[in-house]
C-alpha cells in the first residue's frame, strides 16, 4: 500500500469541518463571508437542514455524495426574509464542484423556494486547482448562469501570522487544516504542528 493510500485511510478532512461549522456557526459567517455575517439577524434562531435534503438528494441522480451545510437564516432588513446558506468542503480535488454547487442549490431551492448563496470551500494542498465558480451554459436562446463564493485556504497562508492573533476559531481551524495538509507525510512535524 502506498503512502497516499494510507494517508487517504487516515485522514478525512471534510468530516470534521461540518461538526465545527454547526458548533460555531455564526464565527465561521464572521470568518468566511463578513458581509453576509452584518446582514444576519443573530438575534433570531438559525436552522440546519442539510439533514432533511440528504434524504431527499440520496434519492436522486447526483449520486452517493450528501450535501455538506444548508442552513436557514433570517436578514435584519425589516422584511422578515429568510435566506438559505448552502457550504461545502472540498479536502481534495474534484472536477465538477461548480456543477455540484448548481445542483445542490437546485434541489434547495426546488424543496424550500427561498434565496440560496452558496460558499465552497477548498481546503485541498494544490496550488493549481483553483476551480471556476460558476457553473452555466446558453444554448438556442437559453441562457443559465449559477455563481457562487469560492474560498482556498491556500490562499490564507500568507496570513498565517495575523490569523494566529485572531480570536476567530475559524483563523485557528484554517491554520490546522493546512498545516494537516502540509504534514500528512510526516508524523514529527505534525506532532509538532499539533503542540
Same mark, same amino acid.
Given at each position: 500500500?502506498?503512502?497516499?493510500? $494510507? ?67 433570517? #436578514? ?6 429568510? $435566506? ?36 465552497? $470551500? ?52 484554517? #491554520? ?20
Amino acid at each position: 500500500m502506498s503512502i497516499s493510500a $494510507i494517508e487517504t485511510e487516515k485522514d478525512e478532512y471534510d468530516g470534521p469541518w461540518k461538526d465545527i461549522i454547526e458548533t460555531y456557526f455564526e464565527d465561521f459567517i464572521a470568518f468566511y463571508m463578513p458581509e453576509a455575517h452584518k446582514q444576519i439577524d443573530w438575534s433570531r434562531y438559525y436552522e440546519f437542514l442539510d439533514k432533511e435534503m440528504e434524504r431527499i438528494i440520496r434519492k436522486s441522480a447526483v449520486g452517493k455524495r450528501i450535501l455538506d451545510k444548508l442552513v436557514k437564516v433570517w #436578514l435584519k432588513n425589516g422584511n422578515d426574509i429568510q $435566506i438559505l446558506i448552502h457550504i461545502e468542503v472540498y479536502g481534495n480535488r474534484k472536477t465538477n464542484v461548480a456543477e455540484i454547487m448548481y445542483q445542490y442549490m437546485s434541489y434547495s431551492y426546488l424543496r424550500y423556494h427561498q434565496l440560496i448563496t452558496g460558499l465552497a $470551500i477548498l481546503a485541498d494542498d494544490d496550488e493549481s486547482w483553483q476551480p471556476s465558480p460558476e457553473f452555466g451554459y446558453s444554448l438556442f436562446g437559453t441562457k443559465l448562469s449559477y455563481q457562487f463564493n469560492l474560498i482556498k485556504l491556500l490562499d490564507y497562508l500568507k496570513d498565517a501570522d495575523a490569523l494566529e492573533q485572531m480570536d476567530n476559531p475559524f483563523a485557528v481551524v484554517t #491554520l490546522a487544516q493546512l498545516k494537516a495538509k502540509e504534514t500528512r507525510l510526516d508524523p514529527q512535524l505534525r506532532y509538532q504542528a499539533k503542540w
